[in-house]
């Protein structure tokens, strides 16, 4: 009776699994060159304006990034050098224990 169930749920099982393992359909993305329709001159002005800020606010991003960045390099070149003296200070080490 218990190996009957496993013999069915088994098989059912496996079916399930290889059944949610299916590729999801591929999703079709528009190309960014693609040809926009004509606008009017109204709605030119009010985008490029909109472009304008947005790109002034991407760079002002970015500058804070750039600084963060900057702020992490100067941590690890600190962290650099204390790795490089306790290693100098090891290696002083091991010779002095090598002598005595």
Same mark, same amino acid.
Do not use: C, H, W, Y
């Given at each position: ?8 749920l ?8 290889? !059944? +949610? ?8 993305? #528009?190309? !960014? ?6 606008? +009017?001159? $109204?709605?030119?002005?009010?985008a !490029?304006?909109?472009?304008?800020? $947005?790109? +002034? ?12 960045? !900057?702020?992490?390099?100067?941590? #690890? #070149?600190?962290? *650099?050098q204390?790795? @490089? ?5 090891? @290696? #002083? *080490? ?7």
């Amino acid at each position: 009776m218990m190996r009957t169930k496993i013999l069915f749920l088994f098989p059912l099982i496996i079916a399930v699994v290889v !059944a +949610s393992a299916q590729s999801p359909a591929p999703i079709i993305v #528009q190309p !960014a060159n693609a040809p926009v329709a004509a606008t +009017s001159t $109204s709605t030119k002005a009010v985008a !490029a304006g909109a472009d304008a800020q $947005s790109i +002034s606010g991407a760079i002002k991003a970015l500058e804070q990034i750039k600084a963060g960045n !900057a702020e992490i390099l100067g941590k #690890q #070149q600190a962290a *650099l050098q204390k790795l @490089d003296e306790l290693q100098g200070a090891a @290696d #002083q *080490l091991r010779i002095l224990a090598k002598r005595g």
